[in-house]
C-alpha cells in the first residue's frame, strides 16, 4: 500500500489538487485555445480504422488497443490534454507517495512532474496526448512493481515480478520510449532507499533487472509481430529511418547521440530545456550530504549516472537526433533530484522547507507557463499563416482561371513554400512549422489541412517526378507564373 493511513490518503488529495492546478496553468492556453499541430490533420481524416493500423505498423499494439477500448473521437480539444495533465497528476503522486516521506518533497516533486516542459512535446500530439500519459503512469508503476518485487519480501516474488514484466510491456507497447522511465523509477527507488533494502538479495537487483527489461521487450516484440501479421500491416519506412546506427556511419551517429544528450544537459537541446542543467545542483547536494552523514555508498556515484543517462535510452538504442517528445523519464529525473534534496535536509523547520517548497514550485509553474503557452501559441500563428497562404493560393488559382472549382477540379502542389513565422521558437521541434513546408513538401498535409480549414475538400493530384520537374521551371509562388494548367491539373509550384 502506497497510501497506509488516512493522513496520507488526505495530503494525497491535497498534493493531486495543487498539481493539476499547477498543470493547468502550465496548459492553460492549449487547455482554452486549441492550436491544430502537424500530424492532427492526418489523424483527424484517418480516424478511426486507419489511425489504429497506423499505430500497430509503428509498433504501438498498445495505443491501438487502448484506443480501440476508449477513444470516442480521434482527439476533443481542451477534453483531451486534461485527461493528460489529470493522468500525470495521479502519476506524480503514486510514484512520490512511494518515494518520499516528507509531504514538501512529495509536492515538489509532483509539481515539478506535471509542470516540467518536456511533456509538452507529447502534448503537441492530441491523437495521443493522453494515452501516453496513460502509457507513462503503467510504466511508472511496473517500476514500483519490479522494484516491490525484489525488495519488499523476505525473498524476491515472482508473481509481483512476472506483473511488472507484463504491466511494462503494454506501456511499451503504446510508446517504445516510456520503458525509461520505468528504469528511472526503479533506480531512484535505490538511491533513495539504499541504506535500508541495498544489502544481501539487493546485490543482485541488476540481474533482475535485466531480466525483467528482456522479458518485457520480448513479450512486446512477439505481441507486435503477432498484430501486424494479423492486421496485415508493416513497420514503416518512418520508422525504419529513425534507427541511425544501420543507415550512417557509427562515428558520426555517435557524435550525434552524443550532441543530444550533452546539449539537453547544458539547456540547449529544445525550447524548454534551459532549467536542465539545474539538476546537478541538487545531485552534488545530496552526495554531499550522503558523504558528510557517513551514509555514502559507492554504488551511488553509479545510480546517479545510470539515472541521468536512462531518459536518453531511446536515443542511445536508436543513434543520431531525436526530437525532444523521446526524452522520457526526464521529468522524473528533474522532479526526484529537487524532491529528494529537500527530503535529506532534515534540519530544516518545517515552516523552512514550506517555503522552500512554495517558492520553487511557484518558479517551476512560472517558467514552464511561459515555454508551453509560446510554444502552443506558435502552433496557433502558424495556422493563421497558413490559412492565409491557402486562401491566398486558391484565390490566386481562381483570379488566373476563372472557371476553377476547387471541389471538383484537380490540384497538385509541389514543392515546398518557404514560410516565415516570427513566433515560432528556436529548437522548438515541430512547434510552429508550417504545413506548407514541413515534411519536405506534402500534397497530402497541405491538401487535408485545407479541408479542416477552408471547407473545401481538394481533389488533389499527386505530380509525378516527371511533372514535378516540369513545373519547378515555373516561377515559385506568389510569384507571377507559378500557377500552371496542363491536362486539366492546376499545378502550383511552391518552390524547392
Known sequence: MILKSDADRNDAKQIFLICLIAAIVVYFYELTNFSLSVDEEYAFFSWPKEGLLWWVALGRWGAAFVDYIYRINVYTPGLTVFIMITING??????????????????????????????????????????????????????????????????????????????LAFSIGIYQSLISCALIVFIIQLIVKEDDDFEGRGRNWFLILSVACVSSLAVYYLIMIISQKALGVSTPDYLRGTFHWMKEPLQETAKNSLHVITSTLTGKY????????????????????????GSYKWSLPILIIISVLLPFS??????????PRVLMGLSILFAFAFAYSLEVLERLSLKTKKIIAILACLVMVNYSSSVVTSLFYSDHMAREIDSNIANRILSSIQFKYNDFDPRHDKVSFVGKLDVYNPWAKKNSDTFGVSMFSFSNGDPNRMSKFISLTSGISLNLHIASEEQKISVSLFPSWPNSGSISKNDGVYYVNLGY
Open 90 to 167: 495521479l502519476t506524480a503522486v503514486m510514484v512520490s507517495f512511494y518515494t518520499f516521506r516528507n509531504y514538501f518533497s512529495r509536492l515538489v516533486f509532483c509539481v515539478f512532474f506535471v509542470s516540467f516542459p518536456q511533456f509538452a512535446y507529447q502534448a503537441q500530439f492530441s491523437q495521443q496526448a493522453d494515452t501516453v500519459a496513460f502509457g507513462q503512469l503503467l510504466s511508472c508503476l511496473s517500476g514500483l512493481i519490479i522494484y516491490n518485487s525484489i525488495f519488499s519480501d523476505h525473498k524476491a516474488n515472482i508473481k509481483r515480478l512476472y506483473l511488472g514484466i507484463i504491466i
Open 270 to 293: 529544445y525550447y524548454g530545456s534551459s532549467l536542465v542543467p539545474l539538476v546537478f545542483i541538487p545531485i552534488v547536494f545530496f552526495v554531499y550530504k550522503r558523504i558528510k552523514t
Open 314 to 323: 531511446v536515443v542511445l538504442a536508436l543513434g543520431g537526433s531525436q526530437g
